[in-house]
């Protein structure tokens, strides 16, 4: 019932930017949302989470280069990549599950799943 479409992944060169979005549709609720990576031969990573209300989460390999931010009136939630480098390279995801304060970087913890969004940073 709950949908999750992502988009904005494309080819960049190193150094460079990206924005994606996730939009939620089919439901509203109190959600904490979440990017996700995963590269091919690679288990699937945490890369940011956004709660409801604002509070945010970052993995130490992107932390000061991405930035999450969402807008609850849209259900859309953001996810700015800046000086990009190739070890980003990967498919993206968006997840969301009702807010709960605990085991946001938990993949298992999260009921509703987008497609994916691919996104390539050459050298």
């Known amino acids: 019932q709950v949908q999750l479409v992502e988009s904005g992944g494309g080819l960049v060169q190193a150094g460079g930017s990206l924005r994606l979005s996730c939009v939620v549709s089919?439901?509203?609720?109190?959600?904490?949302m979440v990017w996700f990576r995963q590269a091919p031969g690679k288990e699937r990573e945490f890369v940011a989470a956004?709660?409801?209300?604002?509070?945010?989460l970052y993995a130490d390999t992107v932390k000061g280069r991405f930035t999450i931010s969402g807008d609850n009136a849209k259900n859309t939630v953001w996810l700015q990549m800046n000086r990009l480098k190739p070890e980003d390279t990967a498919d993206y995801y968006c997840?969301?599950?009702?807010?709960?304060?605990?085991?946001?970087?938990?993949?298992?913890?999260?009921?509703?799943w987008g497609q994916g969004t691919q996104v390539t940073v050459s050298s």
């Open positions: 997840a969301a599950k009702t807010y709960s304060p605990y085991d946001w970087r938990t993949e298992d913890s999260y009921r509703y």
């Open positions: 956004i709660s409801f209300g604002g509070s945010t």
């Open positions: 089919g439901r509203t609720s109190n959600y904490v």
